[in-house]
């Protein structure tokens, strides 16, 4: 069974960083490199896209968090990480992260994958 654990949220304050890491562990990973990504929570909301890496490391930003973030992985390592820069209130989510799933019908989706448990990272003074 495939298991996704994130880790590094925080409390920071408006214009701090953070790094969120992620590990997927529990199963061989074959021949392709599964696609990872990051989504978030914010109070009240839906979950939404933060950011994704694909298995020839092309990466995806939303808008919101386009030129603030970097995701980046280890593959040997099946780890995932998101670098948080210039942090704003409105960034105070559980950020999760996902393994994504693959069939034949609809490629690589994060509907197919594995969720972590999330992580809180808060924006305050």
């Known amino acids: 069974q495939v298991q996704v654990v994130e880790s590094g949220g925080g409390l920071v304050q408006p214009g701090g960083s953070l790094r969120l890491s992620c590990v997927a562990s529990?199963?061989?990973?074959?021949?392709?490199?599964?696609?990872m990504d990051w989504y978030r929570q914010p109070p009240g909301k839906e979950r939404e896209f933060v950011a994704r890496?694909?298995?020839?490391?092309?990466?995806d930003y939303s808008d919101s968090v386009a030129g603030r973030c970097t995701i980046s992985r280890d593959n040997a390592k099946n780890t995932v990480q998101l670098q948080m820069n210039s942090l704003k209130p409105e960034d105070t989510a559980v950020y999760y992260c996902?393994?994504?799933?693959?069939?034949?019908?609809?490629?690589?989706?994060?509907?197919?994958?594995?969720w972590g448990q999330g992580t809180q990272v808060t924006v305050s003074t």
């Open positions: 996902n393994l994504e799933g693959f069939n034949t019908d609809y490629g690589w989706s994060p509907e197919l994958g594995t």
């Open positions: 529990g199963r061989v990973i074959d021949s392709r490199v599964d696609p």
């Open positions: 890496i694909d298995d020839r490391g092309v990466t």
